[in-house]
């Protein structure tokens, strides 16, 4: 009986892990979604649209930045969970792929998350000009979009 339970077990977690790969791609057009919808909403005057773009200009050089010095690390952890795999008797180099499929998956959510962010604070405070309400939905919406994007990196 015990067996039976466990092979049952086996088989849900089977089913639920062939999923994930769809989890993933619905999580994609959500943001995507949901992305377009805030740039959709006005910016606002001239100075205030200037303002945001040197804001997203810094943003972006920061990541840039940032990815150059993180791209170093993966290469270099990739490599010792390459050898380290290949030595252990239970193991495979493999796992220095997934290692650095995490890390441009993490990379593209933090990309993903700082586009939306940098677009969606100048909207949100336009609309606040207006009415607090739709400043709330703007800056919910934003929210809702980058903690779907970090799940990305699951």
Known sequence: MQSFNNQKNRNRMDLIVSYLPLFGVLALVFVFWKNMWVAKQEEGNEKMSNIAKNIADGAMSFLKAEYKLLSIFVLAVAVLLYFKGN??????????????????????????????????????????????????????????VLRRACMLRL
Do not use: P, Q, Y
């Open 87 to 144: 030595s252990e008797a239970d193991s495979n180099g493999m796992v220095a792929v997934s290692f650095i499929i995490g890390a441009i998956c993490s990379g593209l959510a933090g990309f993903i998350g700082m586009k939306v962010a940098t677009k969606a604070n100048v909207r949100t405070t336009n609309a606040a000009r207006t009415s607090l309400g739709k400043a709330l939905e703007v800056a919910l919406w934003k929210r809702l």
